[in-house]
C-alpha cells in the first residue's frame, strides 16, 4: 500500500544504487551474551554494510538522491569534501565510476593520527583505485569552499560539476533514510514485529535526520531514532541533527512539527574526539566479530555499538523490546586501523 512517505519521496529523481533492500537479521548469539534472551528483549542488525557497490555502506543512500539530480542535470564531474578516511568519499568515487563520472575528492587531515596505514591503507587505498583525483589538505582548511571554487574552475571550462557536502548530509540526501525508515517499516511486517527503537551513529547527521524524517511521516514519531554522537559534542549534534530533520520534512511537503526533545542523542561515546579510538569502541568491534562474525568500523558504527552495548547493559530496555541497529558500514577503515587492533 502506498503510504504519505512514498508519495512524496517520488517527486525525486533516484539512482538505483542499492538494488534492492538490505537484510535485517537477529543477533542470536549477542542476545545470549548480552543476557537478552533471558530477558525477552531482541535485538535486530540492518546490514547497511551490506550492499554491492563500493564495499556499501550508509552514504549510498544519501548518494541515490544527490545522484539522481546530477544525472538529472546531465553533470559531467562530481567533487565531494572528507577526512582523509571518509567512507562518504570512497563511495562517492565507486559510484562516479560505475557511472562513467569524473570524480574529485578534497580531503582534509581531520583526525590528529599519521600511521602509515591511516595515511595509505584503507578508504584512501580504494579512493584511488576506483580512479577519483585527491587533494589532501592540512587540519582546519575550509575543504568545502575549496571545493565550490574548483567547481567554478570546471564550470567556466565548460564542464558541468556538482558539489556534495560532507557525507552527502543535506536535506536531499538525507532522503536516502528516509526512504529507509518505510523499508524497515515493510519488514517489520514480514517479521511480524514492530522496532521499539532504531539505534545509529551520529557524524553529519543525514542517517538520524532521514530515518526521523521517514518515521514522522510514517506517524511512528521520531524518537524511535537514538543516534551516539561520533564528530561533536551531544549539544552540538542535537542543534545539527534538529534543524536537518526539519528541513529534510520541510522537503518532503511536511509540516509536522519536530521539539528538540524528540530527538534523541547520546553523547557518550565520543571520547576525545573525531576518528580517535576509545577502549569501550575497540571492545564493541571485537564483541561483534566474535560474537556474529561481523565486522564494524572503528569510527562510526564502532562506537555507537558500543553505546547501546552499554544502554543494554545498564537495563534501558524492558522486556518485549526490539532493538534495530543499523550497521552502516565502513569496514575499510579497520584496515587504517591496525595499530590501534594490533593484539
Do not use: W
Not at 101 to 119: F, G, H, M, N, Q
Request: with cysteine; aromatic share 6%; net charge neutral.
Amino acid at each position: 500500500m502506498q503510504t504519505r512517505l512514498d508519495t512524496s519521496l517520488s517527486a525525486f529523481a533516484r539512482a538505483d544504487l542499492l538494488q534492492g533492500p538490505t537484510p535485517i537479521q537477529r543477533a542470536e548469539r549477542l542476545e545470549k551474551l548480552l543476557h537478552l534472551d533471558t530477558r525477552g528483549i531482541g535485538l535486530f542488525l540492518k546490514r547497511d554494510d551490506h550492499m554491492l557497490l563500493g564495499g556499501g555502506g550508509n552514504k549510498l543512500r544519501k548518494l541515490e538522491f544527490h545522484i539522481g539530480a546530477a544525472q538529472q542535470a546531465g553533470v559531467d564531474t562530481v567533487i565531494t569534501v572528507g577526512g582523509l578516511q571518509s567512507n562518504h568519499a570512497r563511495l562517492t568515487a565507486a559510484v562516479c565510476a560505475r557511472l562513467g563520472i569524473a570524480c574529485e575528492l578534497i580531503l582534509t587531515r581531520s583526525v590528529p593520527k599519521d600511521e602509515v596505514d591511516y595515511e595509505f591503507n584503507g578508504n584512501v587505498l580504494l579512493d584511488q583505485l576506483f580512479g577519483a583525483e585527491l587533494q589532501v589538505l592540512p587540519r582546519g582548511t575550509d575543504s568545502l569552499a575549496r571545493a565550490e571554487a574548483r567547481a567554478v574552475q570546471l564550470r567556466d571550462a565548460g564542464r558541468k560539476a556538482l558539489v556534495i557536502p560532507m557525507g552527502g548530509s543535506t536535506p536531499l540526501g538525507s532522503l536516502g533514510y528516509a526512504r529507509c525508515a518505510g523499508e524497515i517499516a515493510q519488514q517489520e511486517i514480514a517479521l511480524g514485529l514492530i522496532f521499539d527503537q532504531v539505534v545509529v551513529p551520529n557524524g553529519s547527521a543525514g542517517t538520524h535526520a532521514g530515518l526521523a524524517s521517514g518515521f514522522a511521516l510514517l506517524d511512528r514519531g521520531t524518537a524511535i531514532v537514538k543516534s551516539y554522537s561520533v564528530l561533536s559534542d551531544r549539544d552540538s549534534s542535537a542543534t545539527r541533527t534538529l534543524k536537518l530533520t526539519r528541513d529534510t520534512l520541510a522537503l518532503l511537503g511536511s509540516d509536522a512539527v519536530v521539539r528538540p526533545v524528540e530527538i534523541v542523542i547520546d553523547g557518550s561515546q565520543l571520547g576525545e574526539g573525531y576518528g580517535l579510538p576509545t577502549e569501550a569502541m575497540q571492545d564493541a568491534v571485537r564483541l561483534m566479530a566474535r560474537a556474529e562474525g561481523l565486522l564494524i568500523d572503528p569510527v562510526y558504527s564502532g562506537k555507537a555499538f558500543a553505546g547501546l552495548v552499554a544502554d543494554i547493559r545498564q537495563g534501558r530496555f524492558r522486556s518485549g523490546d526490539n532493538v534495530l541497529f543499523v550497521m552502516t558500514g565502513g569496514e575499510p577503515g579497520l584496515y587504517a586501523y591496525r595499530e590501534t587492533f594490533q593484539d
